[in-house]
């Protein structure tokens, strides 16, 4: 499984842009968009530079209705109105909704996270964890052992929910990047709008 974050508050080269927000790529079985940015000229330029193409999203999840987090959606309907999308409410509860990839279900009635089993473990990504990082891992470790957790960490302080985690990426919204990586220094590492992360 590939993952390239699309945008994000940093980029790792010169030819993207940065900006408040964040959506990243997976391709597995499905290709899927993790949200969609704030600015769609923005999304789509670091799209062409990555060699991401529209026509080639099978799905587009959205983890919270934010204007950060869906500016880019009406463009990429535009261009591909085949892609399915899966909004913050489209469960209430943790499921799987296609073989492999799960949701945790809208929790405190804001946010969804994505859930992707892999040979390595459970990749969970979120957009901001409103609801507390701490909880999304709990519904998560319900379906397994979590290998990684990439994406927006927002105030998350309780950093012993990490331990056990063998690659944390904070990006966007984290408020304690630094803290994370300082603490964990040996499976944290940094994002940012062209990075690729191989699992």
């Known amino acids: 499984m590939k993952i390239t974050i699309v945008y994000d508050n940093e980029t790792t080269k010169p030819d993207l842009k940065s900006d408040w927000g964040f959506s990243c790529f997976i391709e597995n079985k499905k290709n899927i968009l993790f949200d969609t940015g704030a600015n769609d000229d923005i999304l789509l330029s670091n799209m062409e530079v990555l ?18 987090h869906v500016g880019g959606l009406d463009s990429l ?6 892609i399915k999308v899966y909004k913050p409410d489209f469960s209430l509860k943790p499921k799987e909704f296609l073989p492999g990839f799960m949701t945790t279900g809208i929790l405190s009635g804001i946010e969804q996270s994505l859930m992707i089993k892999t040979g390595k473990g459970l990749v969970v990504i979120g ?7 701490e909880n999304i891992l709990d ?36 408020q ?9 220094p040996e499976n ?7 990075k690729i992360v191989e699992i």
């Open 127 to 133: 957009g901001c964890s409103h609801p507390g990082l």
């Open 51 to 68: 060699g991401i193409e529209p026509k080639n999203i099978d799905i587009v999840f959205l983890s919270h209705n934010h204007w950060d």
């Open 139 to 174: 519904v998560a470790r319900k379906f397994g052992e979590i290998h990684a957790v990439i994406g927006g960490f927002h105030g998350f302080d309780k950093f012993d929910a990490l331990k056990d985690i063998n690659l944390v990426i904070p990006c966007h919204c984290t």
């Open 188 to 194: 944290c590492s940094s994002c940012g709008a062209g």
């Open 77 to 82: 309907l535009s261009m591909n109105p085949k």
């Open 176 to 184: 304690y990047k630094k803290e994370i990586c300082e603490l964990y």
